[in-house]
């Protein structure tokens, strides 16, 4: 049974750094295109950032382009979120996901992605 946990989610204020966690299990955690994603409240979730198999292509959404940037480790099973110079608009709830193994391409869309963690909330203060 595939799981994804995210953690480091907290409350911060603008201008400071958070690290995310995603622990997989469940699942040959290299073969998987893998991904973060952000839902506010009254918004539809969202792309943040994603990361292909062996990290050599990375993804991210304008919002946070030059201020969020993803990682993994593969012999670890963890995938990593540095979010820097954080701003309230930041403030959500984030998933980490994982797609299907056939998937090589790092899909923006939430359809994209077969497995997802329970999410972590951050909150930004200005």
């Known amino acids: 049974q595939v799981q994804l946990v995210e953690s480091g989610g907290g409350s911060e204020q603008a201008g400071k750094s958070l690290t995310l966690s995603c622990a997989a299990s469940?699942?040959?955690?290299?073969?998987?295109?893998l991904a973060w994603f952000r839902q506010a409240p009254g918004k539809e979730r969202e792309f943040v950032a994603g990361?292909?198999?062996?990290?050599?292509?990375?993804s991210y959404a304008g919002s946070v382009m030059g201020r969020f940037s993803i990682s993994r480790d593969n012999a670890k099973n963890t995938m990593y979120l540095q979010m820097n110079s954080l701003k309230p608009e930041d403030t959500a709830v984030y998933y980490c996901?994982?797609?299907?193994?056939?998937?090589?391409?790092?899909?923006?869309?939430?359809?994209?992605?077969?497995?997802w963690g329970q999410g972590t909330q951050v909150t930004v203060s200005s």
């Open positions: 469940g699942l040959t955690f290299s073969l998987y295109v």
């Open positions: 990361i292909s198999w062996s990290s050599g292509s990375t």
């Open positions: 996901a994982a797609s299907e193994p056939w998937i090589s391409y790092i899909g923006v869309d939430s359809g994209n992605y077969a497995y």
